[in-house]
């Protein structure tokens, strides 16, 4: 079963850090600091986005479906996910598989977000920055909690890698539990369970997304 947490918490890959010499302790402060804003600004737009009445489902997931690959790497972490699974994908698997796994997560935030459709959010309020650090010679993580009315806050763990000028979400651990991981040992499973094809995980995706195959 392909769980909802993960796509929930926005799905992402477990990075390693890099072998190269590490940043100087300021450009490495600077960098985690960068990454705290980048992730507060983030939530204010998916908020400001995913609970507008006004602007309709269909318009919301457009532009939440720009808002997620400015801000996370997706191709990144389909693959990751994906496993060794990818190598032995089909090109035409590939492009279909990619395509399927970006559609679940828009579908799985507006449906969840659209609960709040007319709520006046404060992101502030909503998404509370921690802390933060760098990790490794080109990421930080971002620590973070998910204010939730009438239930206990979320722990929510953002890995943000810099590429140049441009931030990227990695990763996401929620309480401590890298959804990456758990969703490339989920899909691995449907996969064994469809006698080791491709093709069952790809139906799977088809049919949570509502698409024919």
């Known amino acids: ?17 890099g072998t190269a010499a590490l940043p100087s302790a300021g450009h490495a402060d600077a960098r985690s600091e960068a990454a705290a804003k980048f992730i507060q600004d983030l939530g204010a737009r998916a908020i400001d986005v995913l609970v507008k009445p006004s602007l309709g489902r269909e318009e919301s997931m457009k532009r939440f479906r720009v808002l997620l690959n400015e801000g996370f ?10 496993g060794a699974n990818w190598r032995t994908a089909t090109p035409q698997q590939q492009q279909e598989y990619g395509t399927l796994f970006e559609r679940l997560i828009v579908q799985v935030y507006a449906d969840r977000f659209s609960q709040y ?3 006046n959010l404060d992101v502030n309020e909503t998404l509370k920055i921690t802390g933060h650090r760098p990790e490794g010679d080109s990421d930080a993580i971002v620590n973070s909690q998910i204010i939730r009315p009438d239930a206990p806050p979320v722990a929510v ?7 140049g000028d441009t931030m990227k979400v990695i990763d996401v651990a929620v309480e401590g539990v890298s959804m990456s ?10 996969i064994q369970r469809g006698g080791g094809q491709i093709e069952s995980l790809l139906q799977t995706l088809r049919q949570r997304v509502g698409t024919a195959g």
């Open 117 to 119: 459709s007319g709520q």
């Open 1 to 17: 079963m392909i769980r909802r947490r993960f796509l929930i918490a926005c799905a992402a890959l477990l990075a390693f850090a």
């Open 181 to 190: 991981v758990t969703q490339r040992s989920e899909f691995s499973s449907v």
């Open 157 to 163: 763990d953002w890995r943000v890698r810099q590429r």
């Open 73 to 82: 790497d997706v191709p990144y972490i389909s693959r990751f996910v994906l």
